[in-house]
DNA sequence: CTCAAATATACGGCAAAGCGTATATTGCAT
DNA sequence: ATGCAATATACGCTTTGCCGTATATTTGAG
């Protein structure tokens, strides 16, 4: 399984997290590649609703990682207020 | 061709504005959906990036997008510093 | 060509991201 | 249980997103 879908924040780090463990290396790591903190790496990871795309495409990057973009499959509930 | 991958902010950008286009409607209306300003999703499909997961996910979900993170699959430079 | 709709850009203001640095906490092997 | 590696959190600082509002520019229909 890998490829993840993200709908979220949270689930976009959930899914970078388990990529970059699959991968064998660590925050700190990371960070060294991508130029960003090892708490910056932290708080995608975690979710965090206001990280950049500059931090999440670097991190993309170091780990070999692209996105899809592309209709929802699935039900949504789409309440948009709802989502964080 | 309703998938798009994307490993840069412009490129998800990009993508993000075929789907908008495709489905007929325009940064105003998507502004109303997700209570961003028409300038900011003007920022997000340029390519702009700082802008935020909060932005890019609440925009995914007004356009019934979802994301899927995977390995890259072609070849890569990986120069992280030649990015942006 | 004209004009309206769509999109891009500008400016001051406020909130927050990411920084360096440092420490606290958690997880895991022995 | 101990100790180290990994991850999370904290603080002050600088930079920048997004806001409201407003305007400039581009695009497309007629």
Known sequence: MTEQIARTPKQIGAAIRRH???LGINQKAVGEKTHLRQAT??????G???????TLFGV???LNLE???R?????S???IEEMF
């Open 20 to 22: 970059r463990r699959a």
């Open 41 to 46: 790496i932290s708080g995608l990871e975690a």
């Open 48 to 54: 965090e609703a206001g990280i950049q795309l500059r």
């Open 60 to 62: 993309l990057t170091a």
């Open 67 to 69: 996105l899809v973009v």
């Open 71 to 75: 209709p929802r499959t699935k039900a």
């Open 77 to 79: 509930t789409d309440k």
